[in-house]
């Protein structure tokens, strides 16, 4: 199937830890993004990535780093993890930065800090 | 980053009746306005889009109604049903994006259609 896939789909953890969260695409997309949704649903963009240029919401903590291998993945690693940043955490992609044709997003990644 | 305000934040609806969310937008730049369905435990996904050059699109049971003067869209939802009970999202998006922008999404409606 052609999809956008995060793994894992749920994660706990304590404070302080680093932890990664991993998506890849099939789509032949070659913008890729993150997004955190808080438990009021409120989707906030984090990242919005090319193999051109990153482009970083300057209200994300610098805890958050992006690392992309290739087009077709996009990775996040989180360092420090703060009780704050307990959230449903969901990848996305599309084709080119125009984003006319919209979104395609993955399940999500629940992250709990304890 | 630029607003979409979306109204209301909740919505109940009897099953059979017409489910309305209102999106309102600033910068005369968006080109194009799509709507996404979120159900419990999954990602948003792409239920419909309009561009400014028309002023209603429907798709089956999914009207999006575009007013380009008064920078407002919204997504109607015509004999609603319980299997519509999700989160909706409004976004405004550019094709101009010049790699710099970030297109935004309104703060969500969770409509809950009753049996």
């Known amino acids: 199937d052609t999809a956008v896939s995060q793994t894992p789909k749920y994660l706990v953890t304590q404070m302080g830890n680093d932890k990664s969260i991993k998506c890849e695409q099939n789509l032949g997309h070659d913008t890729m993004y993150w997004y955190k949704q808080d438990s009021k649903k409120f989707l906030k963009i984090m990242f919005s990535y090319n193999n051109k240029e990153l482009i970083i919401n300057e209200t994300v903590p610098n805890r958050f780093s992006p690392k992309s291998p290739d087009k077709a993945h996009l990775n996040l690693h989180i360092n420090s993890l703060e009780l704050g940043d307990s959230a449903v955490y969901f990848c996305a992609s599309s084709q080119g930065t125009e984003t006319s044709h919209g979104y395609t997003f993955g399940s999500g990644t629940r992250l709990t800090v304890v | 980053q630029q607003q979409v305000k979306q109204s209301p934040q909740s919505l109940i609806v009897q099953k059979g009746g017409i489910s309305i969310i209102n999106c309102a937008y600033e910068?005369?730049?968006?080109?194009?306005f799509p709507w996404y369905q979120q159900f419990p435990g999954k990602g948003p996904a792409l239920l419909i889009a309009i561009r400014p050059d028309v002023s209603e699109k429907k798709e089956g049971r999914f009207t999006i109604s575009f007013n380009k003067s008064a920078k407002q869209f919204s997504l109607h939802i015509m004999d609603s049903q319980p299997g519509d009970s999700a989160t909706y999202f409004c976004?405004?998006?550019?094709?101009?994006?010049?790699?710099?922008?970030?297109?935004?999404f309104g703060r969500g409606t969770s409509l809950i259609v009753h049996p």
């Open positions: 976004a405004a998006n550019t094709g101009a994006s010049g790699g710099s922008y970030i297109p935004p």
């Open positions: 910068n005369t730049a968006f080109d194009y």
